[in-house]
């Protein structure tokens, strides 16, 4: 059965400061790892895409890397802002998606 | 551009009693999705639709039932409640995997209490 987990659960940051997310998936056979934002009460909204045969993407102050070999994927954000504030999961993509319970994040002001 | 549209948006409901969750896409997209979303843990999969006429169980399909009425719309139908069932229902659809492209859309959600 393919999982997802994701570290830390939570994570509380000041304004300004550089941080990662972690992902780790057991699929070795994905086709791309997606990340997802939440924020409270609503949908997902998808931040970067991964595609298997890519190492990394880039939008703005996010970049999303993969590592297929050690099944892991890494989220980080750049100069983070209380607008940040919100939940991120990952999810990859075999023949559905499996999504990670995601990390809560609060960047303090 | 509506995206991903869910009807009701909130509902409670008693032991025992049936719903059906409305899901409808403008995007032409071919394939569409059913997950629940419970405290502590990821979007897990309930049912899905590849294509128009197709429909397949994931994780989590006991106790649903769907409907692909055509390419826009799907339904997610529980036809006798219970309190496990209390969660929050998302619909999702698909278009394609172009890098660069946001392969999944997601509706609102559904936030569903059941007595």
């Known amino acids: 059965k393919q999982e997802v987990t994701q570290i830390p659960a939570a994570l509380s940051v000041p304004e300004g400061e550089n941080l990662v997310l972690n992902c780790s998936f057991t699929?070795?056979?994905?086709?791309?790892l997606q990340w997802f934002r939440q924020d409270p009460g609503k949908g997902l909204t998808s931040l970067l895409l991964i595609q298997s045969s890519q190492r990394e993407q880039t939008s703005g102050r996010l970049n999303a890397s993969l590592d297929k070999s050690s099944g892991r994927s890494t989220l980080y954000i750049a100069a983070s802002q209380p607008g940040d504030s919100a939940t991120y999961l990952c999810a990859e993509y075999g023949q559905n998606f499996v999504f990670g319970p995601g990390t809560r994040l609060s960047v303090l002001p | 551009n509506a995206g991903v549209t869910q009807t009701p948006k909130f509902q409670v409901l008693k032991t025992g009693q049936s719903m059906t969750l409305q899901c409808a896409q403008d995007?032409?997209?071919?394939?569409m999705y059913w997950y629940r979303q419970d405290p502590g843990m990821g979007l897990r999969l309930i049912y899905y639709?590849?294509?128009?006429?197709?429909?397949d169980k994931g994780e989590v399909p006991n106790g649903y039932n769907v409907s692909r009425l055509n390419k826009r719309e799907f339904s997610l139908r529980l036809e006798s409640a219970a309190p496990s069932q209390t969660s929050v229902y998302f619909c999702a659809s698909l278009s394609s995997f172009r890098p660069g492209n946001q392969p999944q859309h997601f509706g609102d959600g559904t936030r569903l209490s059941i007595l």
């Open positions: 699929d070795s056979a994905i086709y791309n």
């Open positions: 639709s590849a294509s128009e006429g197709t429909t």
């Open positions: 995007m032409n997209h071919n394939s």
